[in-house]
């Protein structure tokens, strides 16, 4: 697995375009929880070999209205990923996610609890992840790195 964060508009969603040369493959999906709320799981009928869910920091939001026990919810969506990716060779998923854990302490409980959430489901999604990345203004700092991709 593979986490890339950084800040808002810094460049997370072009750089991973270009370092897995998306333009020049037909085996991937993308999948916008900016736009889609709906939690995509693995299941056998997804053919592709590059799988890239974006916006993590936003499902992770719906899913605290949604859910009570959302840390127990979030590390067996993250264990599924990674099973499913080691079930084949050449599978590889990435999560993008913006930090949101910089800058001012939120004012609003809710927005503090999302935070926190949120800051614990990526120390669990980088745990798991061969690699991680930071991007800021275009520029990437890989903080982990395990084999090759």
């Given at each position: 697995?593979?986490?890339?964060?950084?800040?808002?508009?810094?460049?997370?969603?072009?750089?991973?375009?270009?370092?897995?040369?998306?333009?020049?493959?037909?085996?991937?999906?993308?999948?916008?929880?900016?736009?889609?709320?709906?939690?995509?799981?693995?299941?056998?009928?997804?053919?592709?070999?590059l799988v890239i869910l974006e916006g993590l920091e936003e499902i992770v939001k719906h899913s605290i209205i949604k859910e009570?026990?959302?840390?127990?919810?979030?590390?067996?969506i993250f264990h599924a990923w990674k099973t499913w990716e080691l079930a084949e060779y050449g599978r590889t998923?990435?999560?993008i996610g913006c930090d949101i854990s910089k800058g001012i302490v939120p004012i609003l409980e809710s927005d503090r609890k999302w935070?926190?959430?949120?800051?614990?489901?990526?120390?669990?999604?980088?745990?798991?992840?061969?690699?991680?990345?930071i991007i800021w203004n275009g520029l990437a700092q890989t903080i982990k790195s395990e084999g090759d991709e």
């Open positions: 697995m593979h986490f890339v964060t950084g800040g808002a508009f810094q460049g997370k969603r072009s750089w991973v375009s270009s370092n897995y040369r998306l333009n020049v493959r037909d085996d991937w999906k993308w999948h916008n929880y900016y736009e889609d709320s709906d939690i995509l799981m693995p299941n056998e009928l997804l053919s592709e070999k009570d026990v959302i840390r127990k919810k979030w590390k067996s998923v990435i999560f935070r926190d959430i949120t800051g614990w489901c990526y120390q669990e999604l980088a745990s798991l992840s061969s690699r991680v990345d």
